[in-house]
């Protein structure tokens, strides 16, 4: 079983409109969560962390269910620059993203279409 | 402020020869990882660096590959007798000490092993 596991898409989405990825991961010790995104032959930057209690940041929500081992992101009204790929990614250290190993997933692709 | 710097951007080798790839890290990270992504894949943890260092190498995936920091800064990632699997884009990463710090990757440099 893959360590972190996402539904690689494609998603293809007109504008405006409201799409949820989903992403599951199996250590049950993970303590640290994030989103990434990743333009078409650039390199991943950080979207957003995901706290326990749920976080918003404008257009994109993040929610983490522990007991389910389950992360998920949420993007409302979709813009044409949205389109991109999304990795779900965990780490087994503290909220501290650059001092202990992240494990990616493969990524969901979203085009957002006009 | 200047990113991660990779070079060089594009490597293309003969199978069996030997390659080095360098990275610079954003001035005073004292972080630095590699990762590998083949396409279709999400980033794949290779080295980490905290200082001069290596403190976890479990994802290098055979003792053809080797990583060194000697100063704290600049990394190289050296890959011996290259084989066509290795073939992908191979990312650095840089961040700074302590909790709450993304990391922030360079463009990669893409190996391609003929």
């Known amino acids: 079983r893959k360590e972190v596991e996402q539904d690689p898409g494609p998603f293809n989405v007109p504008e405006g409109a409201t799409v949820a990825f989903n992403c599951t991961y199996s250590n049950s010790a993970s303590q640290s969560f994030f989103w990434y995104r990743q333009d078409c032959r650039k390199e991943p930057k950080l979207l957003m962390s995901v706290y326990s209690s749920g976080n918003e940041d404008g257009r994109f929500t993040a929610q983490l269910n522990r007991a389910s081992q389950y992360i998920s992101l949420l993007i409302r009204d979709s813009k044409l620059s949205d389109s991109a790929t999304y990795l779900c990614v965990v780490s087994l250290g503290p909220s501290g993203a650059g001092s202990y190993q992240l494990t990616f997933g493969k990524g969901t692709k979203l085009s957002v279409i006009p | 402020g200047a990113g991660v710097s990779q070079t060089p951007s594009n490597k293309v080798t003969e199978k069996g020869k030997y390659v080095e790839l360098r990275c610079d890290p954003i001035?005073?990270?004292?972080?630095l990882y590699w990762y590998r992504q083949s396409l279709g894949q999400g980033p794949e943890f290779l080295i980490y660096f905290q200082g001069t260092g290596a403190a976890d190498d479990s994802g290098l995936p055979n003792d053809r590959f080797f990583a060194v920091r000697p100063e704290g800064s600049v990394s190289t990632l050296k890959i011996q007798r290259t084989e066509r699997g290795d073939s992908a884009v191979y990312l650095c990463a840089s961040s700074p000490q302590g909790a709450g710090s993304p990391l922030h990757f360079g463009n990669g440099t893409r190996l391609t092993v003929t």
């Open positions: 001035s005073g990270h004292t972080a």
